[in-house]
């Protein structure tokens, strides 16, 4: 994969407390709805509203995401999502997560969700995110951030139907794979 990839800034979505998980996915799904040329179907506050109506998708009267949160997430967003120990995530992995669209990541704590961004851009020495966090927005990351996460998991979102919609090489030869295994 060649270096940079960089898409257009996502919105930048301000969380409030324990709500990044949140305020990351209304990012995630605008910029990939004007990725894509489609609707933007959630709002942050629908997403928490949602979530309180099921006490397994936040902790207790918190409006922080548990982990099975994140998978509902993932369904809501129809998102491939993969988990990884941080050390083992590289630049082309995330290139090539990025050629599909805005990636969703989720750092995770002792199997907790900890902290989510949206990964928008990578080069050699950077990763380009939109932190929902007050006072962060659109900042740059070194490289080497996630092998040095003290939370030691990351879940990677990329769009599931973005390596179609996009035309990517490995989306194209499943697709093609596929095709010709059903003709025979």
Partial sequence: MTFPIMLEPPPVV???AQTCWACAFESWSAANARLFNTSNPYTAQ???DLFARDPHLTYGHTAR???EGIMVLSALGIMDMRGYVSRRVHLDMLATALDSGYVYLVYFRVGHPAHAVV???V???NLYVMDPMPDAGLVALPANHLLTLPH???VIGKPLLG???RGTSSAVASL???LSGARR
């Fill in 163 to 165: 390596d179609l919609i």
């Fill in 65 to 67: 995401a548990s982990a």
């Fill in 176 to 178: 093609s794979s596929a």
């Fill in 152 to 154: 030691g998991r990351i």
């Fill in 123 to 125: 080069d050699a020495g």
């Fill in 119 to 121: 990964l928008y851009g």
């Fill in 14 to 16: 301000t969380q409030t």
């Fill in 46 to 48: 629908q997403v928490i």
